[in-house]
């Protein structure tokens, strides 16, 4: 059979022909092996293309150590009361515990986006898992209420681990899995990040109940550090030893076509140039970056809202955020199952979309009520949808984008969310402060209604069903 693919529109290799050979299974090892002919610039070479069991194992590696990284994003801001009163610091200095995540990111994301093209996947891995871990001890060697300054630094080594992680979700999925779970396998990577975040909202307020005995707070703050610190280096040690590069032969013909293009072909120059030229992939890091935008102020900001409304419930405050996330990240599994099966990512992103754009409004409205079980429910309701938002803006935007690198693409939407984070945190912030928690809802759910109708303005196609609607 004769195949004529996306592929054959690459500007740097031309495919003629690819003739599959052969399926079968072959080992234990091996779900699917295909033969296949290319023929590239005159030359037939033969490859084969397998999946290998040991990607699951990869993935869940890569969602554990992005798990560790993501649970010290908020482990600060969920109980920013009580870290006020130890650090003898304003709230709002609290509130850039969380935010230099996202100031972070902006600057250092592209040069990391070039390694990640040029070094791969292992590189990057340790890289992350390294700072990741040097982070957390430094934080343990800062429990003092006059420390604040290197316990900032510990959390910006682990602020900058997090540029080696947001982007890898893609591309670890485009590397090691089939055509038909991609989507999936973005799930699961992006799924790490979400649980971390959970347990960033569930396990501080447990850990370091609030308290006026200095002595019990710096224990429990010590407690929180070392559990983490000695996560942090478990994890190191296991990317050192068993994180691969990439499997033997590639999963998808997109993949041995890509392994076919020699390096020195590839600008990553041209490619930021070329995404930064599609307007419909422009449209989406908009719309992308106002509503992970939105998720991110509403965490950084959660223990402050629920404070004021229920004063003496930091520890529901956590529960609260563990909802938001854990119903989210059921959202974002159904949501890459969907995908890999109907491949209807326009229909889905924008349903999505719209349903967070509901649920902040709701939230806005019940949060004082004066019953938390009704703001455990619409937070629910609000998480299950934003937070389930964030894989499909990956697998969108991979869509919007081939054959341009993931990691690229990634990367710019993970930027202008953190972009976004930063202005709608600090400016939902003031406006609480001034004028209460309805009004600060209210301004993020006007910046939610205008990306649901930029959303529905973008242009899209999917041509890409020959390979099985992965592109």
Known sequence: NDFVTPVLDHPIIELEKITILKSAVESEDVRTEHKIQLNQNGDDTNQTIKLYKRRWF?????SSYSLCNSFQWIQYGIINNIFMKFYGVESFTI????????????PFIFPVTWLLDKKGLRIIALVATAMNCAGTWIKVTSVRPDLFAVTMLGQFCCSLA?????????KIASVWFGSEEVSTACSIGVFGNQLGIAIGFLVPPILVPNGDDMDQLTYDISVMFYITAGVAT???LLVVMVFQERPELPPTQAQATARCIPPEQYSYTASILRLLRNKPFLLLILTYGLNVGCFYAVGTLLNRMII??????????GRIGLTIVIAGMVGSLICGIWLDRTKTYKQTTLTVYLMSFVGMLVYAFTLSLGHLWVVFLTAGALGFFMTGYLPLGFEFGVELTYPECEGTSSGLLNCSAQVFGIMFTICQGKIIDNYGTLAGNIFLCVFLFIGSVLTGKIPFSNNNDDDGGQK
């Open 58 to 62: 990869i993935v869940l590696l890569f």
């Open 95 to 106: 509130d850039w515990m969380s935010m230099i995540y996202m100031l972070t990111y902006i």
């Open 162 to 170: 997090q540029v080696f992680i947001l982007g890898m979700p893609s």
């Open 234 to 236: 478990l994890l190191f």
């Open 308 to 317: 004021e409304h229920y004063p003496g419930e930091e520890l529901n405050a």
